[in-house]
């Protein structure tokens, strides 16, 4: 804590001396201990000395910051109109809230998640199908009542104002007249009042005798003046429907239009309310149907799609469980084949070095037994000679050349199976120790191009490019005559390239291929099939200006 505020100190300007000093303390909250963001902090600067270990910068920092004067408490009290943690608390509540939602959502079944998805869309889509064909049901089912309403009662109405197109009024004959038939029993079943209007927005007739010879806004009989039926289910809340309202029965009005017999002429508007109740019964039977047909539909391709998508959702568990069940197996087989890997690539090695050890031994023996024992022959056939006749030696010529060669095959065998020893040296030094013998036994020259390569490898490495090396010159002394004898290596991306050329005429690669025999014992195939157990790649190329014969090594 003292380390925080010398790092604050240090970042605040240097003050005169005896200016109070203004603290800003901030308070950092995180984002599981917002609860505890009301805090007191006080701070008394007076005499102030942090027990810590300082460097001499530290110390010079706050020596400056202390100053002259009384004791000094600043308190820095966080409230909600100040710092507001309130809405850092709100955001992290709806982070918390929509990661937890998220975490349960992928906890549930792919058919479940489609449910709830389609369940939301569909729900949403047949609502506003079912709203709208229901309002349009509805809208047809009222205009339909009222062209029928308003073709009934223009048979009523128009024959008695016709006058209107000359008087611009009715008389009182008509008026009396409309009264009775507005009184009749067959009609006050179905219609409750009526209103003819001219076109200026006078009513001339009505039932509510107040309104008579008064004007009123046009916007309900504009669209009927244009020779059109006009009808809505409302709540009759403007001034001229003031006696409809105190019937406080369900009412729709229709405005229609009234002709002049004679020349067609729109000349008045007839407005008249009709009981709603048979027509809102029916209404919302009708709506009733829609919404039961769009429910049941929307639940129809609910399950449908339900049993679709959780037969595939079943598919695809089977065929999870199904891959999950093949890729253990074939983890349990690729850790099974990597441990058999490892186990004969261990025993190649194994193999190799006793194999090495076998071929060493095998020198030694013909090296200490045929070999001195094909030396005793010659020294004692150089005895003989001394007391034999002339015919005699030329048989121990004769025997002391045939043994003499004998003696040259062991002493060449015993060297070519005895490998020196090379686990000391590095692959430089080993490349170049293996030209030098070639040189040494055929009296032919190798050169060496050898780029940068590691200092260590594993010894049997070393062992199959010590043998692939001179297995590889030998054919290139035996079928070219060591002529261009070129032995290159190189180590690049962690690759290790050798290979070993000569400029002889070539051959096909099936026959440099073949177990050879006499001296040299181990063929190219063996090296390849030793190459390719140390994980490997042998390859050949034989062509007019010479052949190549390539090995190349990951490690």
């Known amino acids: 804590m003292y380390s925080e505020w010398v790092r604050r100190m240090e ?79 709100d955001v992290v509540r709806n982070g918390v ?85 507005t009184e009749s029993r067959s009609l006050k079943q179905h219609i409750v009042s009526i209103k003819i209007w001219r076109a200026d927005g006078t009513v001339v007739y009505g039932t509510n005798k107040a309104i008579t010879n008064r004007k009123f806004p046009m916007d309900e009989i504009t669209e009927a003046l244009k020779g059109k039926v006009v009808t809505d289910l409302k709540d009759l809340d403007e001034d001229e429907n003031e006696f409809e309202r105190e019937l406080d029965l369900p009412l729709y009005e229709i405005y229609a239009p009234l002709r002049d017999s004679s020349s067609g002429k729109i000349i008045a508007v007839g407005e008249f309310y009709e009981k709603a109740d048979s027509l809102k019964r029916e209404v919302n039977r009708v709506r009733q149907q829609v919404w039961g047909v769009v429910g049941a539909a929307t639940l129809a391709m609910l399950s449908l799609l339900f049993f679709i998508v959780r037969r595939g959702d079943k598919i695809i568990q089977q065929q999870q469980v199904a891959l999950r069940l093949r890729l253990q197996e074939q983890t349990r087989l690729h850790i099974s084949n990597a441990e058999l890997q490892r186990k004969i690539a261990t025993a190649t090695q194994e193999f190799s070095r006793v194999n090495e050890l076998t071929l060493r031994r095998i020198g030694a023996d013909l090296h200490d037994g045929p070999a001195q024992l094909l030396t005793l022959i010659l020294i004692r056939l150089d005895d003989l000679a001394e007391n034999c006749s002339t015919v005699d030696q030329e048989s121990l010529e004769t025997i002391r050349g045939a043994a003499t060669d004998a003696l040259h095959e062991v002493r060449d065998l015993s060297r070519g199976l005895a490998l020196p020893e090379i686990n000391d040296l590095s692959l430089v030094e080993e490349l170049q120790l293996v030209a030098q013998r070639h040189e040494q036994r055929t009296g032919t020259k190798v050169t060496l191009t050898l780029g940068l390569l590691p200092e260590a490898a594993p010894l049997p490495l070393k062992l199959c490019l010590y043998r692939f090396v001179q297995e590889a010159l030998s054919n290139a002394y035996r079928h070219a005559n060591g002529e261009g004898q070129v032995v290159q290596a190189q180590y690049i991306d962690e690759i290790l390239n050798i290979s070993v050329r000569d400029s002889g005429p070539g051959m096909a690669a099936d026959a440099l291929l073949q177990e050879t025999s006499g001296r040299n014992r181990l063929g190219l195939a063996g090296l390849r099939y030793r190459i390719e157990s140390l994980g490997g790649l042998f390859s050949i190329d034989s062509g007019a200006s010479g052949t190549s014969v390539n090995a190349q090594f990951k490690f």
Request: charged share 20%.
């Open 97 to 181: 809230w929509r990661t937890r939602v998220r975490g349960q959502a992928r906890k549930l079944s792919r058919s479940t998640q489609f449910v709830i998805a389609a369940a939301v869309i569909l729900g949403l889509t047949m609502f506003f199908v079912g709203k709208l064909v229901s309002e349009r049901i509805e809208s047809a089912a009222v205009y339909s009542a009222a062209e029928a309403a308003a073709q009934y009662m223009d048979t009523f109405l128009e024959p008695y104002v016709q006058e209107m197109s000359r008087d611009n009024g009715l008389s009182a004959a008509s008026v009396q007249f409309l009264d009775r038939l």
């Open 11 to 89: 970042s605040w300007p240097k003050l005169p001396p005896g200016l109070p000093i203004l603290s800003i303390v901030l308070i950092e909250c995180e984002a599981l201990e917002l609860k505890h963001a009301n805090l007191q902090i006080s701070v008394e600067l007076q005499g102030f000395q942090p027990t810590v270990h300082e460097d001499q910068g530290t110390k010079s920092m706050i020596k400056d910051a202390k100053v002259e004067s009384e004791s000094e408490t600043f308190i820095a009290q966080e409230t909600d109109a100040s710092v507001g943690p309130a809405p850092a608390c």
